[in-house]
Structures are given as C-alpha cells and as structure tokens.
C-alpha cells in the first residue's frame, strides 16, 4: 500500500511519527499551514514558521524517505487577529516557492466578517498565483460553514475542481460532490471521521475526487490513520486498485495541478489529464 496524506501537521509530530509512517508506505504528504494553539503576536512569528514548512521540515522528512510539500496561508482562527493579518501582503512571495502546492488552510472558524474578507483575499490569490486552495469547514455550524464556503468559493471564480473543502462528514458530502470541489476527509481517533464511517461513505459517494487525510495535529489524533483506513477499505471488499486511486492517485491528481510535486521515483508514471507532473519530465 503506497500511502500519500494530503493534510498532515508534522510540526506537531516526533520523528517516531516519521519512522512508523515510512513503514506504513507514506512515501509522499502535503503539511497546511495551520493554527499552532498559542496565539502569534506579530508576521515575523509566521514568517518563521513559513520557513520552517519550506526548510526544516521537508529536511526531517527526507531523513525517512518521504516527500514533504506544504500549503500557506493565515489560517482562519487568527484571520480574526488584526496583528496576523498583516502578513497577508507577506504570502504572495511564498506562494511561489517551489514546494508550496496550495493554498491552504483558508476558510472558516467562528464565520465572522474578518474571516469572509481574509478567505475571500486568499482564494484571489490562489487565482493570481495559479494554486489549488484547501480550505477548512468549521468544527461548530459544519453544514452552514459549508454551504458558506461553497459560496465563496462560487463568488471567487476559482475552478471548483481546483479547490479541497476538508474536514467533512455525512451531512456535507453531498453538496460538496455537488458543488464540483474536492472532499477532504481527516481521520481521528475519537472524533471527525473513522475508518468504519468513511468505508460507508466511499461505498456510498463512490471515490472520485475523495482525500482521506490523518490531519494529525498537536491534538489527539494519529499519523496512521490513513493506513487504517486503506485496511478497513479492503477488509469492507474495495480492491487494491481502490485503496491506491484514494490514498494515493487522489491526492496526486489534486496537488499536481500545482505542477510542483516533487514524486520522481516513486509515483510510477502517474499522470493528471494525461501529463506527467514529475520534474524533468521524467
């Protein structure tokens, strides 16, 4: 099983945390900018971790053979915060760093006029900078977070098949599926989404632009869940060509529109709409 998590924060995690996922096939992983739980004071403390996304982590990461790729953004938790906002004019010029495949999180936390106005900004410059954009359903409201995000995303003119509402449950897929955008899926130990409920879901809404992530932040939660959800999909009879298109074809069909995963070697030819997104055209 060839595992790629779309939605992982390893900032969070130890380097246990990369050894076990290397032995459980996780050859490739997208980490978001997120919320880090302390409150920043200032752009300089984002710009560091910015750097450390492009810098540090993609390091550790190589340490156990697996490809790091981040997304950036203010997240939507501290687009509430004016002394974090002003790092807004500070993400074009990381948006176009090389290892940067989205933009992300954007979204919605509490829905406040502060977060429509930051969400709406960074999916323009999703646009302007040619990005996919992934984009966080609240944990309170969900339905109506969602549909609002639907509609932002409507009002931006961003392809909806460039653009991940993560975080999603049973109440929401469906008018996600029906919006055209990407489902995005994070498995938890205890709370959001199992294995057991998203076999029932993938039997239900079938596999086509589905993300299964572990998210694995600074919370409770665990790197391993996507495995756990690829043997809940065999055991439930999903083939293996199943697992692979959702936990690995998926998420390089998603982020390649970035035309900057850097999979040589180990993606095996895959392609997006026919074209090879590997470097140098191998």
């Known amino acids: 099983m060839r595992i790629f998590d779309p939605h992982i924060h390893m900032t969070s995690r130890t380097t246990d945390d990369y050894a076990a996922m290397a032995a459980a096939g996780v ?10 739980g302390q409150p920043r004071t200032n752009p300089g403390s984002f710009t560091d971790y910015f750097d450390a996304l492009l810098g540090w982590e993609p390091f550790r990461a190589s340490q156990f053979g697996i490809r790091h790729h981040c997304t950036i953004a203010l997240n939507p ?29 954007i979204g919605y936390d ?3 006029p502060d977060e429509d106005e930051v969400f709406a900004a960074q ?8 990005l996919p954009a992934l984009v966080h359903t609240p944990h309170r409201d969900k339905l109506v977070g969602t549909r609002r995000s639907i ?3 409507k009002e931006s003119g961003i392809e909806p098949g460039r653009v991940v509402l993560d975080h999603l449950n049973e109440l929401t897929v469906a008018e996600v599926a029906a919006s055209g955008c990407w489902m ?3 498995i938890y130990p205890d ?8 076999v029932a879901i993938l039997r239900e809404h079938g596999l086509e632009r589905m993300l299964v992530n572990s998210a694995a932040d600074w919370g409770k939660s665990d790197p391993l869940l996507t495995l756990r959800t690829g043997e809940a999909m065999l055991a439930a009879g999903f083939t293996s060509d199943d697992v692979d298109r959702v936990l690995w074809r998926n998420p390089v069909e998603f982020y390649g529109q970035s035309k900057r995963l850097d999979l040589d070697g180990i ?11 590997l470097r140098g055209g191998s």
């Open 123 to 130: 999916l323009e410059m999703a646009v302007d900078a040619d």
């Open 110 to 112: 509490s829905m406040t």
């Open 77 to 105: 938790k501290e687009a509430n915060d004016p002394r974090c906002r002003e790092v807004l004019p500070l993400l074009p010029r990381y948006l176009a760093k090389d290892r940067v495949v989205a933009v992300g999180e």
């Open 267 to 277: 993606s095996d030819g895959a392609t997006y709409a026919g074209n090879s997104i």
């Open 184 to 186: 995005g899926f994070s």
């Open 27 to 36: 050859l490739a992983l997208v980490e978001p900018a997120f919320w880090l």
């Open 151 to 153: 509609d932002v995303v």
């Open 191 to 198: 709370t959001k989404m199992s294995p057991d409920r998203m």
